[in-house]
């Protein structure tokens, strides 16, 4: 790997573990889930990141992809199994990381436990020349031992310059993909555990958009609101952003229209089909002989 992108990467990952950290100490039950995530936002930005997407904020059955929106009122209660999920870029060097924060009784705990054993576990599976399922034959030995499920439609990932989510996929089960890692490649590893289905859907309405193609637009409130949207590098952004510049009807008028012209994909939150609580444990990695962990914290 380029000596440069490492020290970006490197850079990027001390300020996504602080921030993690940082808003893990802010999610208590009567906090307010808008709060905390443009606290955290700020966070990043002020100790010279960039937001490689916005907080993802889930709880309990939803398993990724919750988003705060523009005026959100909900608070933590108590009781609530909560993931934290990060993004941080230095000139587009994507780190991603998330944390599960248990609000509830002490049994969940061992929710808590299995994704991050799952995860500690399939990075010590990680080289050059591994099949990616044997990263997933980790995690899902860890977590069923533990008597959970994995959810097994989630993956982690690969990471590319201005992109979070890029091949290869890194099952959380043994699919048997025998896909190879190499060196000085960059992944995320980001294990689901389960108490419901171990499957999970996509909720109808989305926080979350990413663009997916360059067209012609006609509306001029579409094409000032696009305008704002090239800001985030093709990099996942959120409503509440844009509602910082325009209007919420001009800027959900414009979401639906770039949506029905094919330039923009929503990325609605995720929920275990059977209800279950869902917790998360991930860290961006680069493959080599010894593994490099970038978003570890230092504590
Ligand atoms: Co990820």
């Given at each position: 790997m380029?000596?440069?992108?490492r020290?970006k990467?490197?850079?990027?990952?001390?300020?996504n573990?602080?921030?993690?950290?940082?808003?893990k100490?802010?999610?208590?039950?009567?906090?307010?889930?808008?709060d905390?995530?443009?606290?955290?936002?700020?966070?990043?930005?002020?100790?010279?990141?960039?937001?490689?997407?916005?907080?993802?904020?889930?709880?309990?059955?939803?398993?990724?992809?919750?988003?705060?929106?523009?005026?959100?009122?909900?608070?933590?209660?108590?009781?609530?199994?909560?993931?934290?999920?990060?993004?941080?870029?230095?000139?587009?060097?994507?780190?991603?990381?998330?944390?599960?924060?248990?609000?509830?009784?002490?049994?969940?705990?061992?929710?808590?436990?299995?994704s991050?054993?799952?995860?500690?576990?399939?990075?010590?599976?990680?080289?050059?020349?591994?099949a990616?399922?044997?990263?997933?034959?980790?995690?899902?030995?860890?977590?069923?031992?533990?008597g959970?499920?994995?959810?097994?439609?989630?993956?982690?990932?690969?990471?590319?310059?201005?992109?979070?989510?890029?091949?290869?996929?890194?099952?959380?089960?043994?699919?048997?993909?025998q896909?190879?890692?190499?060196?000085?490649?960059?992944?995320?590893?980001?294990?689901?555990?389960?108490?419901?289905?171990?499957?999970?859907?996509?909720?109808?309405?989305?926080?979350?958009?990413?663009?997916?193609?360059?067209?012609?637009?006609?509306?001029?409130?579409?094409?000032?609101?696009?305008?704002?949207?090239?800001?985030?590098?093709?990099?996942?952004?959120?409503?509440?952003?844009?509602?910082?510049?325009?209007?919420?009807?001009?800027?959900?008028?414009?979401?639906?229209?770039?949506?029905?012209?094919g330039?923009?994909?929503?990325?609605?939150?995720?929920i275990?089909?059977?209800?279950?609580?869902?917790?998360?444990?991930?860290?961006?990695?680069?493959?080599?002989?010894?593994?490099?962990?970038?978003?570890?914290s230092r504590?």
């Amino acid at each position: 790997m380029d000596p440069d992108v490492r020290e970006k990467l490197r850079k990027a990952g001390k300020i996504n573990a602080e921030a993690r950290e940082y808003g893990k100490g802010l999610i208590k039950t009567g906090a307010s889930l808008l709060d905390v995530s443009d606290k955290v936002e700020a966070f990043i930005l002020k100790h010279g990141g960039g937001l490689a997407f916005p907080t993802q904020i889930s709880r309990n059955d939803q398993a990724a992809h919750n988003c705060a929106a523009h005026e959100d009122k909900t608070l933590f209660q108590e009781g609530d199994i909560v993931k934290l999920d990060l993004g941080v870029h230095i000139d587009g060097q994507v780190v991603d990381s998330a944390t599960t924060i248990n609000l509830g009784e002490k049994k969940y705990d061992e929710l808590v436990k299995a994704s991050r054993e799952a995860l500690n576990n399939a990075i010590k599976t990680l080289g050059p020349g591994v099949a990616v399922t044997e990263v997933g034959k980790a995690i899902q030995e860890t977590i069923e031992s533990l008597g959970f499920k994995p959810v097994r439609n989630l993956c982690g990932h690969g990471i590319g310059h201005y992109i979070v989510h890029a091949p290869p996929s890194i099952p959380n089960y043994n699919t048997g993909d025998q896909t190879k890692l190499h060196d000085g490649q960059l992944i995320a590893i980001e294990p689901f555990a389960s108490t419901g289905a171990g499957l999970i859907y996509e909720a109808t309405e989305a926080e979350v958009f990413m663009m997916v193609g360059k067209k012609p637009v006609r509306s001029m409130i579409t094409r000032n609101v696009l305008k704002e949207i090239d800001t985030f590098h093709g990099l996942p952004f959120t409503t509440r952003w844009l509602a910082i510049k325009f209007s919420l009807p001009q800027v959900n008028f414009a979401l639906r229209d770039l949506q029905n012209i094919g330039i923009l994909r929503a990325y609605p939150p995720l929920i275990d089909k059977a209800h279950g609580l869902v917790s998360q444990a991930e860290h961006s990695i680069i493959v080599g002989e010894k593994p490099e962990v970038l978003t570890r914290s230092r504590e």
